[in-house]
Each structure stands twice: as structure tokens, then as C-alpha cells.
């Protein structure tokens, strides 16, 4: 019999990842969405007719209940939440309500369906923010220095205490920054992939930056999902954290990835102080020790090669719409 697997936020990058791998592996898998009058399942679309979808919200207590009765899944895995850390700026509460709270909404779900259910908890690596060593490992004390990073902290505690209290197996993965070309324009590496594809083609000029001195750990959302899987098939619940252990700057991305369409950086990235963080996290490194001794996970994906295959993703997406466009003049623009 196969194993049923829920996924939250299965829209999303990790989610269409994970989605994948899981079906790989004969899972049957289940995605979790919001009601909405816009659908956003563009990264999900190719896999439309191997996966389910049903209706739930970190923010209702008994849709999840509902969805959890319906799908009767074997591991849960919460990959839903305002994940955006500069609009938790401007919305700190629903940050607040769906990173956090939403959480314990489906610690509790689970506990009241069934207490067998194995949960995977999206854990961020915004959680050390002012970091207090470098590199971050499982025992690093957390500082965060957003709303984002806050609510991260909460639903990463709540899921120890639930694990706990109630002997749940109920896991978190604190994963450090990871990228794809699905990943959503509003990040700064597509940001940054996005506009050198548009520049290479003549579509734009320029593109505005904030920190280019900002050191993130950067690995590819394909690796890290099969990270998420081997945490549920451990004997016994464990958090780890998931990192390549290699920090590069901003500037050091925007340097590969102008250069990988022959193009220097210098001319063509503007840096603007409104585009700066209120708190800024400086250098965020992780030690992903625990992970390579139990789980034997190795990232497959190093980051020149993850800057490349975003930049050609982009360039590919933007020469597609062109060519749409030059077919059909309605068509709208990408």
C-alpha cells in the first residue's frame, strides 16, 4: 500500500519539489491550497493529473481537521507560510497568524486526527539572524531579526513542544536560503536572474539592489526537499539544519550571473536604500554536520551551477514570450 503524503503550500517552489520527489518514490500525494478567485498553480501544473488537491488554511482551525479526515496521510509535511520576509514588514500579525500560529493550528489537528501522522515543519535559517556563531549549527541560539524570522521561531518551538508533550513525531527541517528557477521573482536571486535575462535581451537597462554586502548560504530547492523526506523516515525525530556550508555575497552573485550572459554587474545594478532592511541579517552559514552523519545528505547542486541554470531558465521564459507575442500581439507580456 503506498504512503499518503499531505503537502501545505504545494504551490509553492519546495512544494512543487517535493511534490515531485514524492511521487518518484509512489507516494500518493495530496496538496493543500487556500480558497482564492486567482489560481497560482503554474508550478504544479505538469504534475495536475498524478496529484490531488483539496481546500485547507493555516488560518482555520477546522479546515485543517477536515483536510486531515479527508486525505488520511501517513506524513504531513507544512511547507505553507508568509514567506516573504520584507512584506512581514509591512504585515508583521498575518505573518504572525499564518508562520506561527498556523502551525500549532495543524500540531493540533494532528494530535485530535491521527497522533501517528508524521509532520515535517518548514524551519527557516532566518531564525539566527543577528547571528551568535558562525557557522549555525542545531545548538546555535536563534536572534531573529524580522517578523518573518520571529514567526519562524515560534512554529519551530511549538513543534519541539508538541514533539514533547505529546511524543508526536513532529520534526523541523532549518533550512538555510535555497533557490530554482521557480523560485518566486520577488527573491532577490530570481530578482537578480530575472533582470540579467532581461537585459541580455534588451528588455531592460538596470536593476535596483539593496545589501549587496549581505553573505547568504545558497543551495538548490531540489536538493533540499529530499532533505524534508529522509527527516520523516528516521527511527526517531530529529530537527536538523540543511545548508551547503558556503557563503557568497550579493555582489558575488550578481558578478556570476552577469557574467554568465557576458555582462559586468557594475553597469547595470543600481543600489537603493529604500531597498534595504529595517534590521539586516549580515551573514547567515550553515553546518549541515548532523545531516551528512544521520541522514546522509550531500547537496548535489553547487552554486555556480544553481546561478547558471536560473539565469538560462529566465532567458528561455522571456524568448518564449517574445516569440508568443511575435505569433499573437495579444498575448501578454512575460
Known sequence: MPKTALITGITGQDGSYLAELLLEKGYRVVGMTRRSSTVTNERIA?????????????????????????????EVYNLAAQSFVPTSWNQPVLTGEF???GVTRLLEAIRQVQPSIRMYQASSS???????????????PFYPRSPYGVAKVYGHFITVNYRESYKLYAVSGI?????????GLEFVTRKITDGVARIKLGLASEIKLGNLEARRDWGFAGDYVRAMWLMLQQDEPRDYVIATGETRSVR??????????????????????????????????????????????????????????????????????????????AAPAS
Open 46 to 74: 505538469h504534475l495536475s493529473e498524478r496529484i490531488e488537491l483539496l481546500q485547507g488554511d493555516l488560518l482555520d482551525q477546522a479546515s485543517l481537521v477536515a483536510a486531515l479526515r479527508d486525505a488520511q496521510p501517513d
Open 99 to 101: 508562520t506561527a500560529l
Open 126 to 140: 532566518e531564525m539566527f539572524g543577528k547571528v551568535r556563531e558562525v557557522p549555525q549549527n542545531e545548538l546555535t
Open 175 to 183: 533550512l538555510f536560503n535555497h533557490e530554482s528557477p521557480r523560485r
Open 252 to 329: 558575488e552573485l550578481c558578478e556570476l550571473a552577469f557574467g554568465h550572459v557576458g555582462l559586468n554587474y557594475r553597469e547595470h545594478v543600481r543600489v537603493a536604500e529604500e531597498l534595504f532592511r529595517p534590521a539586516e541579517v549580515d551573514q547567515l552559514s550553515g553546518n549541515a554536520t548532523r545531516a551528512r552523519e544521520d541522514l546522509g545528505w550531500v547537496p548535489q547542486v553547487g552554486f555556480e551551477q544553481l546561478i547558471a541554470m536560473m539565469v538560462d531558465a529566465d532567458l528561455e521564459r522571456h524568448r518564449a514570450a517574445a516569440a508568443n507575442r511575435l505569433e499573437d500581439p
